[in-house]
């Protein structure tokens, strides 16, 4: 049986609320290449927004403050099945930046169907351009 990676992701709004802050995937994680929001693996007895906080801070290096939830999915990619706990993040300080080398950058809503996402992240995608059109 294959296990459930539990991970937490953000969909985080610039200041002005009219971008998105998306990263690549590195070549060499599963589904690498790929954009994703960022986030990661949530810890045994981490709540998501303690999970949120510490992922977005080594991922990016900013400290989030306000979240809101957007949409919980499932996923099972074969090899690996994913829960993602999925927030929008609509305050935090800091400036998003590539901690792990990793390519970021800020993105219209409206642009987002550019970009390759894991499959996973198909309900996401949905849930962002339906809330945030």
């Known amino acids: 049986m294959t296990k459930v990676v539990n991970v937490v992701a953000g969909a985080i709004l610039s ?7 998306i ?3 590195g070549d060499h994680l599963h589904q690498g290449g790929l954009w994703e929001f960022p ?8 709540t998501p ?10 991922e990016l290096g900013i400290l989030v403050q306000a979240t809101e939830p957007l949409i919980y999915v499932e996923h099972d990619y ?25 390519e970021v950058r800020w993105i219209a809503v409206s642009d987002i ?7 996973a992240n198909e309900p996401i995608v949905k849930a962002l351009v339906r809330e945030l059109g």
């Open 49 to 58: 927004f303690i999970a949120l906080q510490r992922e977005l801070q080594e």
């Open 15 to 21: 200041p002005c609320k009219t971008k998105l802050c």
């Open 78 to 102: 074969g090899d690996k099945k994913v829960a993602l706990d999925v927030y929008i993040v609509s305050g935090f300080s800091g400036k998003p930046e590539g901690m792990e080398g990793q």
């Open 113 to 119: 169907h550019d970009y390759s996402f894991p499959a």
């Open 39 to 46: 986030g990661g693996k949530k810890e045994e007895g981490e």
């Open 23 to 25: 990263s690549k995937r």
